[in-house]
């Protein structure tokens, strides 16, 4: 699966090569394929290459897709390892709260 990140052109260079910026990320990249993009305008990027020019709405639309995906590596549900790291945490806390409870009732037996 290939992914175009939506980027701002923030400045032109020469040989057809411009930096573009996407949230303080910056990259030089090449503009060959959209020869017409201006400073200011936003270009889908792919392998250091500009492919399109979109709208402010679409980039930032898209941008905040992207943003959601990275969210979700932070989600037990879906992060596998995650889910596996809270559920040992949460026996841990169980059975070290079991664990007065327990040493009570043996004492008692004891007596």
Do not use: S, W
């Amino acid at each position: 699966m290939c992914l175009a990140i939506p980027m701002k052109i923030v400045e032109l260079k020469e040989n057809q090569m411009a930096t573009v910026d996407a949230g303080g990320a910056t990259r030089d990249i090449a503009l060959d394929l959209v020869p017409m993009a201006q400073v200011g305008d936003y270009v889908l990027v792919h392998a250091g290459f500009a492919i399109e020019v979109v709208d402010a709405q679409y980039a930032q639309e898209t941008l905040d897709l992207i943003q959601e995906m990275a969210d979700m590596v932070d989600d037990p549900l879906f992060n596998p390892e995650l889910a596996a790291q809270m559920e040992a945490q949460e026996r841990e806390q169980a059975a070290a709260a079991a664990a007065p409870v327990a040493a009570a009732a043996n004492a008692e037996a004891g007596e």
